[in-house]
């Protein structure tokens, strides 16, 4: 299936969100921050609509429904944000899903630096598939994703 060709203007972002991040904000805030899931779609709002653009932003604890939310997107989204979450470690099935989205940009985002905390979380099964990986940023990595992906979509080469 050939993906339909969508711009910002066209279609929104899609900001999938894993596991536990609908505590963001509550949960670990030394890591994690005190930002709340509900800023971070603010923040991505804000960053589209200046780009000309929108986003969807959705969270889900359970693997499945975020397979749906990225079959989703291969028609439906200009680009894909995801942040995984503990996903990221585990999930060959999202993996798997991410590769039915041909041409569609897709920008891995983990508000920790991944790369610095336990050994079993520097391995990402998501990242085989995205366009590029952001992390250690905090919340504003969500931002600077949605900035990539209009930046994607206005040259993909």
């Known amino acids: ?30 890591i994690y921050g005190s ?3 509900a800023d971070v779609e603010r923040l991505c709002a804000e960053e589209a609509a200046a780009l000309g653009g929108t986003v969807d932003l959705r969270q889900s604890n359970h693997e499945g ?9 291969r028609t439906g989204a200009a680009g894909l944000v995801i942040n995984p979450a503990a996903y990221s470690h585990t999930s060959v099935a999202l993996l798997d899903a991410l590769h039915t989205c041909d041409g569609l940009p ?4 983990h508000i920790s630096n991944i790369h610095r905390r336990e050994q079993f979380r520097h391995h990402s099964y998501v990242s085989l598939r995205a366009d590029g990986v952001i992390a250690g ?14 930046t994607l979509l206005a040259d993909p080469s």
Not at 65 to 73: F, G, I, K, Y
Not at 106 to 109: N, S
Not at 137 to 150: L, T
């Open 65 to 73: 429904v975020l397979v749906d939310w990225v079959h989703e997107a």
């Open 35 to 37: 930002e709340t899931l």
């Open 137 to 150: 940023c905090g919340v504003q990595g969500y931002a600077f994703a949605v900035r990539r992906i209009a």
């Open 106 to 109: 897709v920008i891995e985002v």
């Open 1 to 30: 299936m050939t993906r339909p060709a969508h711009t910002l203007a066209t279609a929104p972002i899609m900001i999938l969100n894993g596991p536990n991040l609908n505590l963001l904000g509550q949960r670990q805030p030394e």
